[in-house]
């Protein structure tokens, strides 16, 4: 044959039966044995796999040699070395950006080291690929680019010596070395057999050169997947005519083959007689899908398409409000053709969005084949290794502990497993209740001497074992870091007295992946220079990335999710086209920290909008399919989204052709997405409806009733009745967060303890200086005792410090006028009239020399107002009521001169009040009052009665089911038994 040899099938075919029936008509009158002589090169496994079995549904014969183009790179030239693993490559690189980035901090600061080498290595495997030679660098002009592009380039030029002719290849460069030494043979030795490159669309460089030198070839055929005959001459011409090429139509890298060989796309010729699903929706896609330059041809070729309520007749478009009602309403629709017997593919690049739709599916039990598995990193061996890795350089705090201590491969080497869980309990609530935030050996092994059991303390050791020096790591090389990191990880794995052969970690398929990934990294190791530990945990995350676990589990035989690159290949009867948002479909093109995009342009490599170029060809084969299902959300994670720029060219081109029934056709398509929305929104409505909770206000009997409550709960009682009932009759205690932090509780509380440790060692006579002086180093003392973060204790200390002279003073004219008797001891009194006992623990009270006391409470926050004392916030009213009742035992019945707020913030100033004796008797008689009505059974401890703020947030509003309800609602008392 004469001319390059280039033949296609148009979108809406099933390119594999199609492809394999045009072949076997063309080979109809040869030998039987022509077929094998024959050699097809094909893009992917998943393709050659159909092309396979569109051979054996033909019958006994014989195979053409089916070969992946990829397999080329393997193959032995003379001369030529093996590739060089490309996780070798990159650890290479990864010491050369290190010391780049010592030397330029600032050069895409906020990127891992690793990260910036795989780019890198993207980058150079890119260039090879292309054949684009080193020299291309050396011709850029950057003087008008910035700083950043600049410092990039000067780098670049360095590494151009991977370039070197000695240099081992990488396996980019030796596919692309091996397919120039086959085409370099084919010129002079053209093969005697037929030689055939089918299903892929030439996007990568190497790829592109075999398939022109194939075309060449006297024997050779190209058949291109989802080639767009109805696009006219004009259209093809656009493509290349602005400024920049159209490398995001999805048809460009078709006309950049054409023009590679010296054709035009319109010479391309149809491969097998096949109608597409429809043709008129054939044209109508590719319409909506011209180049900007040339969209005014909506309106004259628009005519042309006829009745457009045909072309859509098997167009579904679901546009739901959030993800989830999505995902339900694309597994309505593949349930339904699960039951009806029709091959349904859902087609996705958003990942998140299939696996919403295949948790969705197991509500039916259908489990669904997934092309593309279950990431490694969210594997449970992937998750467990991330988390062990990131234990490295830092403090254990409770959060990390915990993960690790409940992740189901933890102690799964012994017959151990249930004690390891209800240790592990009994070790969270010890922690979570009484601390430290960082447990260590030490805290681990008082919390079980403390319980006295032998297996309790023999878990507890091989948790310090576990956990030993994990904050002492330092910078190391990998093969160190490696071997540390897997060594903690099969001790937890293997559990006290386990051994980790006999543990889940690396079983099943992705026990076994990260294994492989775990030897790759080893066998490499000695390339990556020094890691420390942050760099080796980021390192490690990238590692097991790319890995994926197919689940050997039996799958529907027809439904499957598919990747979006994987249109191509699929010949269902209904193809849904999930996520089609911007950033989703397409994605977002990924940034290059090397190349500027006028750069990449200069240089000859390939743009960004490259990759959308090719899933806009992906989305035009997937919506050429016998039916289609569009679907995308309006919302994701509260914010608005934006539709696919091809659905929006395609929803737009209909409405704005009403003389060819376009918005009658959008309409529709639009109502038969909405029946499938309603059906999702049937199911996800409860059969029976729950009311909701009413505002609570619980009766329990008078014995269950406290009859004893500290002054500081008094408030509480006025404010929140429900947290009294919560926590003093349920006995319920609000944990603390696994992640606790230096909050204002925790301020508060070490404060307290330092200025009681400053006022019990006040010495005689203590000057001004010397107070401030000695408070200083008290502070910085109880900071360093008994606050674990570092930057609270500078920060903490900063305001003492502040207001340190202050607060000295006023302790030198404290001390003048009397001394400290109570500090923080506890007092009560006891009621007669209800029968209760009040207490209080003052954080201070001083006997002044004329024999009265006057009553200090700190403050790290603000004081109340007087308003506030009167209504509610009656702890020093209280106090100075048992201060003359003689509730604290070393001062005896005592008449009161005052009480006074000590602020230990802001400014640190001090508001004294004189003893109002009339609002103490009140206080004390409206306690009377307050006490018998919530002794009395009539009464109901009413959730929420008297907040401060509104939004204020309760320990006990979860219990109370507030947002069922709200202040404006009256309580509901009930009698609880």
């Given at each position: 044959?004469?001319?390059?040899?280039l033949?296609a099938?148009?979108?809406?075919v099933?390119?594999?039966?199609?492809?394999?029936?045009?072949l076997?008509?063309?080979?109809a009158?040869?030998?039987?044995?022509?077929?094998?002589?024959?050699?097809?090169?094909?893009?992917s496994a998943r393709?050659?796999?159909?092309?396979r079995?569109?051979f054996?549904?033909c019958?006994?014969g014989?195979?053409p040699?089916?070969?992946?183009?990829?397999?080329?790179?393997?193959?032995p030239?003379?001369?030529?070395?093996?590739?060089?693993p490309?996780?070798r490559r990159?650890?290479e690189?990864?010491?050369?950006?290190?010391?780049?980035?010592?030397?330029?901090?600032?050069?895409?600061a906020?990127t891992?080291?690793?990260?910036?080498?795989?780019?890198?290595s993207d980058l150079?495997?890119?260039m090879q690929?292309?054949?684009?030679a080193?020299?291309?660098?050396?011709?850029?002009?950057?003087?008008?680019?910035?700083?950043?592009w600049?410092?990039?380039?000067?780098f670049?030029?360095?590494?151009?010596?991977?370039?070197?002719?000695?240099t081992?290849p990488d396996?980019?460069?030796?596919?692309?070395r091996?397919?120039?030494?086959r085409?370099?043979?084919?010129?002079?030795?053209?093969p005697?057999?037929?030689v055939?490159?089918?299903?892929?669309?030439?996007?990568r460089g190497?790829?592109?050169?075999?398939?022109?030198?194939?075309?060449?070839?006297?024997?050779?055929v190209?058949v291109l997947?989802g080639?767009d005959?109805?696009?006219?001459?004009?259209?093809?011409?656009?493509?290349?005519?602005?400024?920049?090429p159209?490398?995001?139509?999805?048809q460009?890298?078709f006309?950049?083959?054409?023009r590679?060989?010296?054709?035009?796309?319109?010479?391309?010729?149809?491969?097998?007689?096949v109608a597409?699903?429809s043709?008129t929706?054939?044209?109508?896609?590719?319409?909506?899908?011209?180049?900007?330059?040339?969209?005014?041809?909506?309106?004259?070729?628009?005519?042309?398409?006829?009745?457009l309520?045909?072309?859509?007749?098997?167009?579904?478009l679901i546009e739901?409000?959030d993800?989830?009602?999505?995902?339900?309403?694309?597994?309505?629709?593949?349930r339904?053709?699960?039951?009806t017997?029709?091959?349904?593919?859902?087609i996705?690049?958003?990942r998140?969005?299939?696996?919403?739709?295949?948790a969705?599916?197991?509500?039916?039990r259908?489990?669904?084949d997934?092309?593309?598995?279950?990431?490694?990193?969210l594997s449970p061996p992937g998750?467990?290794?991330?988390?062990?890795?990131?234990?490295?350089?830092?403090?254990?705090?409770?959060?990390?502990?915990?993960?690790l201590l409940?992740h189901?491969l933890?102690a799964t080497?012994?017959?151990a497993?249930?004690?390891?869980l209800?240790?592990t309990?009994?070790?969270?609530?010890h922690l979570?209740r009484?601390?430290?935030a960082?447990p260590?050996?030490?805290?681990?092994s008082?919390w079980?001497?403390a319980?006295?059991?032998?297996?309790?303390?023999?878990?507890?050791?091989?948790?310090?074992?576990?956990?030993?020096a994990?904050?002492d790591?330092g910078?190391?090389?990998?093969?160190?870091?490696?071997?540390?990191?897997?060594?903690?990880?099969?001790t937890?794995?293997?559990?006290?007295g386990?051994?980790?052969?006999a543990?889940?970690?690396?079983?099943?398929?992705?026990g076994?992946?990260?294994?492989?990934?775990v030897r790759?990294?080893?066998r490499?190791?000695?390339?990556?220079g020094?890691?420390?530990?942050?760099?080796?945990?980021?390192?490690?995350?990238r590692?097991?990335?790319?890995?994926?676990v197919r689940?050997?589990?039996?799958?529907?035989p027809h439904?499957a999710?598919?990747?979006?690159l994987?249109?191509?290949?699929?010949?269902?009867?209904l193809?849904?086209?999930?996520?089609?948002?911007?950033?989703?479909?397409p994605q977002q093109?990924?940034?290059?920290?090397?190349l500027s995009r006028?750069?990449?342009l200069?240089?000859?490599?390939?743009?960004?909008e490259?990759?959308i170029?090719?899933?806009a060809?992906?989305?035009?084969?997937?919506?050429?399919?016998?039916?289609?299902?569009?679907?995308r959300?309006?919302?994701?994670?509260?914010?608005?989204?934006v539709?696919?720029?091809?659905?929006n060219r395609?929803?737009n081109?209909l409405?704005?052709l009403?003389?060819?029934?376009?918005?009658?056709?959008?309409?529709?398509m639009?109502?038969r997405g909405?029946?499938?929305?309603?059906?999702?929104?049937?199911?996800?409505?409860?059969?029976a409806s729950v009311?909701?909770?009413?505002?609570p206000?619980?009766?329990?009997?008078?014995e269950?009733?406290p009859r004893?409550l500290?002054?500081t709960?008094i408030?509480t009682?006025i404010?929140?009745p429900?947290?009294v009932?919560?926590?003093?009759?349920?006995?319920?205690?609000?944990?603390d967060?696994?992640?606790?932090?230096?909050?204002p509780r925790?301020r508060?509380?070490?404060?307290?303890?330092?200025?009681?440790?400053?006022?019990r060692?006040?010495?005689?006579?203590?000057?001004?200086e010397?107070?401030?002086?000695r408070?200083?180093?008290t502070?910085a003392r109880?900071?360093?005792?008994?606050?674990?973060?570092?930057?609270?204790?500078?920060?903490?200390?900063?305001?003492?410090?502040?207001?340190?002279t202050s607060?000295?003073?006023?302790e030198v004219t404290?001390?003048?006028e009397?001394t400290?008797?109570v500090?923080?001891?506890?007092?009560s009194?006891r009621?007669?009239?209800p029968d209760?006992t009040l207490?209080?623990k003052?954080d201070r009270?001083?006997?002044?020399?004329?024999?009265?006391v006057?009553i200090?409470?700190?403050?790290?926050?603000?004081?109340?107002?007087?308003?506030?004392?009167a209504?509610?916030d009656?702890q020093?009213?209280?106090?100075?009521?048992?201060?003359e009742?003689?509730?604290?035992?070393?001062?005896?019945?005592?008449?009161?001169?005052?009480?006074?707020?000590i602020q230990?913030?802001?400014?640190?100033?001090?508001r004294?009040m004189?003893?109002?004796?009339?609002?103490?008797?009140?206080?004390w008689?409206?306690?009377?009052?307050?006490?018998?009505?919530y002794l009395?059974?009539?009464t109901g401890f009413?959730?929420?009665?008297?907040m401060q703020k509104?939004?204020d947030?309760?320990?006990?509003?979860?219990?109370?089911?507030f947002g069922?309800?709200d202040t404006?609602?009256?309580?509901v008392?009930?009698?609880?038994r």
């Open positions: 044959m004469a001319g390059p040899n033949f099938l148009p979108p809406g099933d390119f594999p039966q199609a492809f394999v029936a045009g076997l008509a063309r080979r009158g040869d030998a039987p044995d022509a077929l094998a002589r024959t050699q097809v090169f094909l893009p393709m050659l796999r159909r092309v079995a569109a054996d549904g019958g006994a014989f195979l040699r089916l070969r992946l183009v990829t397999e080329l790179g393997a193959e030239v003379p001369g030529l070395p093996a590739a060089v490309p996780l990159k650890l690189l990864a010491q050369l950006v290190a010391r780049m980035t010592e030397r330029q901090p600032d050069f895409a906020g891992g080291t690793y990260a910036l080498a795989e780019s890198l150079l495997a890119e690929m292309e054949g684009v080193a020299d291309a660098l050396e011709r850029l002009d950057v003087a008008d680019h910035a700083a950043h600049q410092h990039s380039l000067r670049l030029r360095i590494v151009t010596r991977y370039f070197d002719p000695g081992p396996p980019e460069a030796r596919l692309r091996v397919v120039e030494a085409v370099a043979r084919w010129s002079s030795a053209p005697p057999h037929p055939i490159v089918a299903g892929s669309t030439g996007s190497a790829t592109a050169l075999l398939m022109q030198a194939v075309a060449r070839l006297p024997n050779g190209v997947p080639f005959f109805e696009m006219p001459q004009s259209g093809w011409d656009s493509l290349d005519s602005g400024p920049v159209a490398e995001d139509h999805p460009y890298r006309a950049a083959l054409s590679a060989l010296g054709v035009t796309p319109i010479a391309v010729r149809h491969w097998h007689p597409p699903a043709g929706r054939n044209a109508l896609l590719s319409l909506a899908l011209r180049p900007a330059p040339v969209t005014d041809s909506w309106m004259r070729d628009g005519a042309k398409l006829g009745d309520r045909e072309a859509t007749r098997n167009l579904v739901a409000a993800p989830r009602a999505e995902a339900t309403a694309l597994a309505l629709v593949l339904e053709a699960a039951e017997g029709v091959s349904a593919a859902l996705s690049p958003d998140l969005l299939t696996r919403r739709v295949a969705a599916l197991e509500r039916w259908i489990s669904v997934d092309s593309a598995g279950q990431p490694l990193p998750r467990f290794l991330r988390h062990v890795a990131a234990l490295a350089g830092r403090k254990l705090t409770l959060e990390a502990l915990f993960v409940k189901p933890t080497g012994a017959d497993r249930g004690n390891h209800r240790f309990r009994d070790l969270e609530l979570r009484h601390g430290p960082f260590d050996a030490a805290a681990l008082a079980a001497e319980l006295g059991e032998p297996e309790r303390a023999a878990w507890a050791a091989w948790l310090a074992t576990s956990f030993e994990v904050q790591a910078e190391a090389p990998l093969s160190a870091c490696i071997d540390t990191h897997i060594a903690r990880a099969e937890l794995a293997a559990g006290p386990g051994v980790a052969a543990s889940a970690l690396w079983q099943h398929e992705a076994r992946e990260a294994v492989l990934r790759e990294a080893r490499e190791a000695a390339h990556g020094s890691f420390t530990p942050a760099q080796y945990a980021s390192f490690f995350e590692l097991i990335q790319p890995g994926s689940l050997a589990e039996p799958t529907h439904i999710i598919l990747g979006s994987e249109a191509r290949v699929q010949g269902a009867g193809v849904i086209c999930g996520g089609l948002n911007e950033g989703s479909w093109a990924a940034v290059d920290p090397w006028r750069m990449r200069d240089a000859g490599l390939l743009l960004p490259r990759q170029g090719l899933a060809h992906d989305f035009q084969q997937a919506v050429a399919a016998p039916r289609v299902v569009l679907s959300a309006a919302r994701s994670a509260d914010a608005e989204t539709a696919s720029r091809w659905l395609l929803t081109l409405a704005g009403p003389e060819q029934h376009g918005v009658e056709a959008l309409e529709a639009r109502a909405r029946v499938w929305l309603n059906r999702a929104a049937a199911l996800d409505t409860p059969r009311p909701a909770a009413p505002r206000a619980p009766r329990p009997p008078a269950a009733r004893e500290p002054v709960a408030k009682l404010r929140d429900y947290a009932y919560a926590q003093r009759i349920l006995r319920l205690r609000p944990l967060p696994l992640r606790p932090e230096a909050d925790a508060g509380e070490v404060l307290h303890l330092l200025v009681e440790a400053f006022v060692e006040r010495p005689e006579a203590e000057t001004l010397a107070a401030r002086a408070l200083t180093a502070a109880v900071l360093a005792g008994e606050v674990a973060w570092p930057a609270a204790q500078r920060f903490w200390l900063a305001r003492i410090e502040r207001i340190g607060f000295a003073r006023s404290r001390a003048a009397g400290p008797v500090i923080e001891k506890t007092g009194v009621l007669k009239e209760f207490t209080a003052p009270i001083d006997l002044l020399h004329d024999g009265r006057r200090f409470d700190y403050k790290s926050g603000k004081p109340p107002t007087d308003k506030e004392m209504t509610f009656k020093l009213l209280l106090e100075a009521a048992m201060a009742r003689g509730g604290f035992a070393a001062l005896g019945p005592r008449q009161v001169a005052g009480y006074s707020y230990l913030g802001g400014t640190g100033e001090t004294e004189d003893c109002n004796a009339a609002l103490v008797a009140e206080t008689e409206g306690l009377h009052k307050l006490l018998a009505a009395s059974e009539a009413m959730a929420r009665r008297a509104t939004d947030v309760g320990d006990y509003d979860h219990l109370s089911r069922e309800w404006t609602d009256a309580p008392p009930e009698d609880v």
